[in-house]
């Protein structure tokens, strides 16, 4: 009943929308007032959207720009549904790249191979099927290292220096834990949220993972590292976290871990938590995502990491009259005057030149460490979803094999041959 409550609502957002000219809507004069709409989640919360929309009037008054608010735990299935019912908005914002091969192969996207984009922009390849370019960037998160420098100091640990592999990572969550609990603390070492990505992520990412391949064994010794740190009581344990329903940013925020890998907009959402006392005053700081191993630890070399772009397509069904428009609304999310508005408020643009750096790191709030600003700007990061139709089928099979492991329902090599049975006879790899 929930989901069908949502579908509607968002459908009767959508349509109310298509009367004033939006998607399938009538024939629109494009030197005439146009409205363009763009689907998002949260937008009470999540103030990336207003922003875009605000600015992109700003430059261009004649277009008013609605943003349609979705339910962001059912975001693809309700935009699916608008679309396939005619009723989308004008412009499609790509939450997860997974589902670009879905909405492409559906006749839905229109072909945006024609806007230039800024050089040295990330993330657009994500968007690139066949040769054909089905949206652009404007955001592109990577994973980094969070750390509470004053549960540090407490536990008198020395801070990360960007040089850490995960051995070490697992080492210091253990020393954290052993030193902060003889001071008096409660707090652990470290946390590690119930995603699969948690893992999965930086194994794809750092030890050449292929999911296609249909071998999981890399997937091995991140798991092996997981399991240590909840035996060693380093960070609360998978069935704890997902039976409680712990949240990454009450972890951390509240001081109850001191250490934890997370995507690079919860620094935004820190920042405002802190802000508005919903987390403790502390001093933190970023530091790049231990890694496999030397090669690509230190400051002298580029860390590797993962994480997705976010990004726009525009609805195939689209009034003609209001395509052009809709293609400024791209290329104007993706420039540099669009990426520093976002850094401003503590948004990682897909853009990250010297004056978009300087306004992210130019936030209330944000640490202001040469580690910090290490981090956030230097790593190769690499997808978490490749662009394939069967990402999803194949990530599902691999969530299951995570849950397995790290709830002790099978040991790891086990898990590991059950998802690569399964891949092979569910899903079939050419």
């Known amino acids: 009943m929930k989901k069908r409550t949502m579908i509607a609502t ?8 298509a009367l004033t000219g939006c998607s399938g809507g009538g024939s629109v004069d494009p030197d005439g007032p146009i409205t363009l ?3 998002g989640w949260s937008v009470a919360s999540t103030p990336e959207f207003q922003l875009l929309a605000d600015g992109f009037t700003e430059k261009y008054p004649d277009v008013t720009v609605e943003v349609v608010d979705y339910d962001p735990a059912e975001y693809n299935t309700l935009i699916t549904a608008d679309l396939a019912a005619g009723s989308g908005p004008d412009i499609i914002t790509q939450k997860e790249t997974k589902f670009v091969t879905t909405f492409q192969e559906g006749g839905q996207l229109l072909d945006v191979s024609d806007i230039k984009l800024p050089e ?24 980094v290292l969070y750390y509470n420098k004053a549960l540090f100091d407490q536990a008198g640990v020395a801070y990360p220096d960007g040089s850490w592999t995960w051995d070490d990572y697992v080492e210091n969550a253990d020393l954290l834990t052993q030193n902060l609990t003889a001071a008096g603390s409660t707090a652990k070492g470290a946390h590690q949220h119930s995603w699969q990505s948690t893992v999965q992520g930086f ?10 391949s249909g071998a999981y064994d890399y997937f091995e010794k991140y798991y092996d590292n997981s399991l240590k740190l909840q035996d060693d009581g380093a960070q609360a344990s998978f069935n704890t976290v997902t039976a409680n329903k712990l949240t990454y940013q009450g972890e ?4 109850k871990a001191a250490m934890i890998p997370m995507g690079s907009w919860f620094v935004a959402t820190l920042i405002s938590q802190q802000a508005a006392g919903e987390a403790d005053d502390f001093e933190w700081g970023i ?10 630890a230190g400051l002298e070399n580029t860390p590797v990491t993962f994480g997705d772009p976010a990004g726009f397509g525009i609805n195939a069904n689209i009034d003609e009259g209001k395509t052009q428009a809709a293609k400024d609304f791209l290329a104007y999310a993706a420039s540099e005057e669009a990426a520093t508005k976002l850094a401003g408020i503590g948004i990682t643009p897909a853009l990250l030149s010297d004056p978009v750096v300087e306004a992210y790191f130019g936030v209330e709030g944000a640490p202001q460490d040469e580690l910090s600003s290490f981090a956030v700007q230097t790593h190769e990061t ?11 089928a194949v990530q599902n099979i691999l969530n299951d094999m995570h849950s397995s492991i790290l709830s002790g329902s099978k040991s790891v090599k086990d898990s590991i041959t059950e998802a ?5 006879n569910e899903v079939g790899l050419d």
Do not use: C, H
């Open 10 to 17: 968002a459908g009767l957002a959508a349509a109310a929308l």
């Open 37 to 39: 709409s763009v689907s």
């Open 120 to 143: 040295g922009i990330s993330g657009a390849a994500s968007y690139e099927i066949d040769g054909t370019t089905w949206a652009t960037p404007y955001r592109q998160d990577s994973w």
């Open 203 to 212: 194994a794809n990412a750092q030890a050449d993972g292929d999911i296609f």
């Open 252 to 255: 951390f925020g509240k001081q």
């Open 287 to 296: 530091a790049p995502v231990p890694q496999m191993d030397a090669s690509t």
């Open 382 to 392: 690499l997808p978490e979803s490749p662009t394939n139709s069967k990402t999803a």
């Open 420 to 424: 690569e049975t399964r891949v092979a």
